[in-house]
């Protein structure tokens, strides 16, 4: 959290209309509106655009800006006595109702939040205002200056505007000479060089320049001590750093009554500080975000400071000691070390300050001054490099609400910060939080009665958080509103004490080691609008008092091991928009009552043991965005579709791994239109694919894989947004339509596994696709000669098991990033092309990244399924077919020798190019493709010796060389001494050597190949070493287990300690892989 004074121009707001606010009244109707001053109104909001227009659902321009009775506005008020309107307030944020003191600690992107509307220019029907003195337009964006008409506004007294435009402020501003207020909030482009103009506005008690340039006003210090009347001034982002330094030193005698000198983010290095020496009345100093390297010594003498912001500055030199000579020690009561002692030494007497922003300051350790502080009720400390425990100094600071200690070094949190029970925020954010101290967490939470939200998620934190013997009762009410633990190693159960922070909306403990039943007692939680208990290990069924949570907007129990039913009562959260159950052990039918859930836009009930029909009810669920029922036993006719007619939001709808039957609806593109993603694989599903599909112009991946599916493909004339189409495993037939060739977004399609038939299309438009799978149909004719862009990032190529004929295309040589080629079971002929080695996807070791990521479009690789003969069986590829290299040409009728540009694919796992006609010799340097699992050459006409360079493939597994004319030798040694199984040589009548029994001309007759003697004498030999080797073992075995068993069985003390040892090590096994299996079954979904 960045504690600044950004945002003090509007500060002012407030405190300078209370008065005027006196005698008006904004919905006044003692005299009635003028209606001239009300026509001006309406001309001046039809000039107002908003930034939302293409947002349908967005609110209109100022609705209650209708009618005559301009007074009843919102934004508008009126005189009490003459009717007319006096004050205009469009701002953004509302930031003139906070304090200085808040608003430091309002988000940025809150404080400083965007216009939400614009106008080309400032419409000139505002002049018919005569009587207007109150002018704030900083919610509307001005595009071009607007200070010229409002030059001739006399009467204002509060002007405050927001402007994007790139023109010189116009002198003619300085004719307001009745301004008290002058804040410019520019967004880009306006400057000023000359800031004579602003010394006529003798009555100003505020100014405000925000963003303005202010680099070549080079009278503005002498301008502004022309200004007595000043109370605030803020210059952020002005350029000040850029400014000529003047030769004689600035005095701004006369800017006695200053309270408020805001300077931030300017680049203001340390002689331009010296101008604002004299201001000893400032009470709120934000010099932050500049290149200060050092506090100026006149500091000491602003008693009446209690805020200062020094955040994101430079420090160096006698303000901070050189880090890395410091000597660093864990903070703690007894740390006197020589970082923090050398802190500040001209603030040490501002003990009387009550915000302080050290963020980003380059702190080690924090001053030990700075305990003697007592009224210190904000402090930012984010973005240095505090170390070890929180520092034992802030233990005194028990009126602190607001304490900031965010990106640090900090290790661990002490019980005694539990003693701060004033602290409203607390942020530990992106620390090195390694250790809780036994009990700190409910000393926090139960001493702290006013803290608002406690945020602690990603530590990896270990330990039972809620010790079952805990309890809290320091306070008669807490007003807790966000717990936040997710992502840590928290194991125990729940404390039933959770219960009394009756204020929490937000309990996220997602990502832990929680284990037991949901309480009863958490249904007394009704303010909750968010429950995360997902990836943990509760189990036990869920509690029907779930039901009474009627605020809750997101409910998540994924990833644990509920059972039982899913209760009924959760239909009764009717502001539910999130619910997830999924990965569980839930069983029974989906309530009936979940399609009460009128506000529900996710639902996900996947991997639980659910049965039944899908209730019809869900079907009335209009705003549901995502449903998936995926991964269950639900049965039924899908046709029971036709009735979700109310579900027009519907983007994702999976009901994949089901039993559900029947024909999908023909009318199902109608019924659904927004549907992006559609899951249907694994089911029962006949019938054809309805022909409505093509009319989801938003579709972006459909699975209907694994199905009954029969008919025809659709020819949806359409191109879009679709990325994965994926038809496998049905009986579909007739041709592949053209329209899916010219389907450029494409990144997947598989139709493998039908009965597809007619010849490949020459012209095809896949710019993005990567696997391409068409394997087992009836497709026919040659592989086309495609253009070398016709496949600019294909990875997968796989057409096995069709009538393909003719030779194998050299311009696949072109598809320089193919990992997978599977072109086998075919009738492909002639030679292997000799370019096969410029293919350099099979190169690389590395794995399948499409684009740099594991992640393309809507599927993850690891989400893929792709089947793959490798090591003589057909596997399917899922997980780690991102890994998978491999190259099979088999059961085709290739000739020709194996070209020697092969060997180059050292990244290939697999190659198979047995069953066919190939001759010739094995490539000498076949021993270069090292990462090699599984090599088939077998039931081929190939001869000549086996080429010794194989020994080196030290990760072959599985080797077929049988059935070829295969002659000499076979290679010893190294990897030949692991692939021991004759077969592998078989149907080769010239080979010889182990492990076959024919023996090599020149090997001595008598001895077996590995040079031993007779067989009685090896014999003989085996029958020795067996005994020898067995009574080794046995007088080990002997040795080892009276020497522990016997020591346990006289020392009682370590026994007992040995054996709960080992029901420690047993428990702590369990949980772990519970854990993991919780985990697993997450990572899965």
């Given amino acids: 959290m960045r504690i600044s004074l950004n945002t003090f121009g509007y500060v002012v707001l407030l405190l300078f209309t209370v008065t005027a606010d006196l005698c008006l009244c904004r919905n006044s109707t003692s005299f009635g509106s003028n209606e001239q001053e009300s026509q001006a109104l309406l001309t001046f909001k039809n000039s107002l655009l908003s930034f939302f227009d293409f947002d349908p659902s967005s609110p209109p321009i100022l609705p209650s800006w209708e009618g005559h009775e301009c007074c009843q506005w919102e934004g508008i008020a009126c005189n009490n006595v003459t009717g007319h309107v006096v004050k205009i307030e469009l701002n953004s944020g509302c ?45 509307v964006l001005l595009y071009s200056s607007p200070v010229k008409l409002l030059g001739s506004m006399q009467q204002l007294r509060y002007l405050s505007l927001c402007t994007e435009f790139e ?70 982002d002005c350029g000040l750093g850029n400014m000529p330094i003047p030769l004689l030193p600035i005095n701004l005698t006369n800017l006695t009554h200053v309270q408020v000198l805001n300077i931030a983010s300017n680049d203001i290095q340390d002689p331009i500080l010296d101008a604002f020496r004299n201001m000893t009345s400032i009470e709120v100093l934000d010099i932050s975000e500049n290149n200060l390297t050092s506090l100026p010594h006149w500091l000491d003498k602003f008693n009446n400071l209690v805020g200062m912001f020094l955040a994101n500055n430079r420090f160096s030199g006698r303000f901070l000691p050189d880090i890395q000579n410091a000597t660093i020690r864990d903070s703690d009561h007894s740390n006197t ?216 907007g997101t409910l998540d129990l994924s990833s ?118 559609l899951s249907l694989d694994n089911n029962h599903i006949n019938g054809s694919i309805p022909t409505s599909l093509c009319k989801l112009k938003a579709l972006v991946a459909i699975d209907i894989s694994n199905n009954k599916l029969s008919g025809r493909i659709p020819d949806c004339q359409r191109d879009g947004l679709i990325e ?82 003719g030779t194998v295309p050299s311009n696949l040589c072109q598809f320089a990033k193919l990992k997978i080629l599977d072109l086998a079971n075919n009738d492909l002929r002639g030679p292997i092309p000799h370019c096969i080695g410029n293919i350099t996807g099979m190169v690389s070791e590395t794995e399948i990244l499409p684009n740099g990521a594991l992640f393309n479009g809507t599927k993850q690789w690891n989400q893929e399924d792709v089947k793959q003969v490798i090591k003589g069986r057909e596997l399917d590829y899922t997980k780690n077919l991102v890994f998978l290299t491999n190259l099979d040409l088999s059961n085709n009728s290739l000739e020709g020798p194996i070209p020697k540009e092969l060997s180059s694919l050292s990244g290939l796992l697999g190659l198979n190019l047995s069953y066919n006609n190939l001759s010739g010799e094995i ?99 085996d029958k020795s070493d067996k005994i020898l080797f067995y009574s080794v073992i046995a007088v080990g075995f002997a040795t080892g287990f009276w020497g522990i068993i016997g020591v346990l069985y006289l020392k009682k003390n370590w026994r007992y300690a040995c054996f709960g040892y080992v029901d420690e090590v047993a428990d702590r096994i369990y949980v772990a892989i519970a854990l993991k299996v919780a985990k697993l079954k997450n990572r899965l979904q």
Avoid at 98 to 122: F, G, Q, V
Avoid at 584 to 605: C, D, H, Q, R
Avoid at 606 to 634: E, M, R, V
Avoid at 753 to 758: F, P, T
């Fill in 95 to 139: 930031v003139s109702c906070l304090s200085w003191e808040d608003t430091a600690y309002i988000e940025p992107n809150y404080i400083d939040s965007s216009p939400d509307l614009y106008a080309e220019h400032l419409n000139p029907s505002l002049l018919h205002l005569k009587h207007l003195s109150h002018l704030d337009l900083s919610a």
């Fill in 167 to 236: 023109d010189m402020i116009p002198s003619s501003i300085g004719n307001l000479t009745n301004l008290r207020v002058l804040h410019i909030n520019n967004i880009y482009g306006a400057y000023s060089d000359d800031l004579s103009w602003l010394a006529q506005l003798s009555s100003l008690q505020y100014l405000g320049f925000f963003r303005v340039n202010l680099s070549m006003a080079h009278n503005l210090f002498q301008v502004l001590n022309m200004l007595p009347s000043l109370t605030q001034i803020h210059l952020f």
């Fill in 337 to 552: 070390n020589s970082c923090s002692d050398r802190f500040f030494p001209n603030l040490q007497n501002m003990t009387f300050i009550r915000v302080f922003d050290l963020s980003n300051t380059n702190l080690c350790s924090v001053p030990s001054w700075l305990s003697k502080c007592k009224s210190l009720v904000k402090l930012g400390l984010a973005h240095n490099f505090l170390h070890g425990s929180i520092p034992y100094a802030l233990r005194n600071l028990t009126s602190l609400t607001v304490l900031d200690l965010s990106d640090n070094k900090l290790t661990s949190i002490p019980i005694w910060l539990g003693e701060l029970k004033s602290l409203i925020h607390l942020s530990l954010e992106s620390n090195d939080i390694t250790s809780l101290e036994e009990g700190s967490l409910a000393s926090i939470l139960g001493n702290m009665c006013h803290l608002k939200e406690f945020y602690l998620p990603g530590y990896k934190l270990q330990g039972e958080v809620f010790a079952s013997n805990s309890n809290i009762s320091g306070c008669n009410n807490y007003d807790l509103e966000v717990l936040d633990l997710s992502y840590n190693n928290f194991s125990g159960m729940l404390p039933s004490w959770l219960g009394k922070f009756k204020n929490l909306n937000y309990l996220d403990l997602s990502s832990n080691s929680f284990s037991g039943p949901i309480l009863h007692s958490l249904g007394e939680l009704v303010n909750l609008t968010c429950l995360d208990l997902s990836s943990n290990l509760f189990n036990g069924v869920i509690p029907w008092s779930i039901g009474k949570l009627e605020n809750l």
């Fill in 560 to 677: 644990n091991f509920f059972t039982g039913v899913i209760p009924w009562s959760i239909g009764k959260l009717e502001n539910l928009g999130t619910l997830d159950l999924s990965s569980n052990f839930f069983t029974g039918v989906i309530p009936w009552s979940l399609g009460k859930l009128e506000n529900a836009e996710f639902m996900n009930l996947a991997s639980n043991h659910l049965y039944g029909n899908i209730p019809d009810s869900l079907g009335q669920l209009k705003n549901l965005y995502t449903l998936n029922l995926s991964s269950n036993s639900l049965e039924g006719p899908i046709s029971y579709l036709k009735g979700w007619t109310a579900m027009k939001s519907l983007s994702t709808l999976s009901l994949s791994n089901n039993q559900i039957d029947g024909s999908i609806p023909e009318n199902l593109g109608e019924i659904m239109p927004s549907l992006r993603y």
């Fill in 724 to 805: 994965e189409i994926d038809l496998s495993s049905n009986n579909l037939s007739g041709v592949i339509p053209n329209s899916i060739w010219n389907m450029s977004s494409l990144v997947w399609l598989h139709l493998n596994k039908n009965s597809l038939h007619g010849e490949l299309s020459l012209s095809l438009n896949f710019k993005k696709l990567l696997i391409l799978d068409l394997g087992e149909n009836q497709l026919s004719g040659s592989i086309s000669s495609w253009k070398n862009d016709t496949f600019p990032t294909l990875q997968i190529l796989r057409l096995r098991g069709n009538m393909f004929n």
């Fill in 923 to 1021: 490539p000498a340097m076949i021993g270069d493709m090292r990462s090699l699992e599984s090599l088939d050459f077998s039931h081929n006409h190939l001869f000549g010796a086996i080429p010794s360079s194989m020994s080196s493939l030290t990760f072959l597994s599985h080797l077929n060389l049988s059935n070829n004319n295969f002659s000499g030798p076979i290679p010893r040694g190294n990897q030949f001494q692991v692939l021991d199984d004759p077969l592998v040589y078989s149907g080769n009548p010239f080979l010889c050597g182990v492990p076959l029994k024919t023996i090599c001309p020149g090997d001595d007759s008598h001895q077996d190949p590995h040079g031993g003697g007779s067989e009685d004498e090896v014999g003989e030999n």
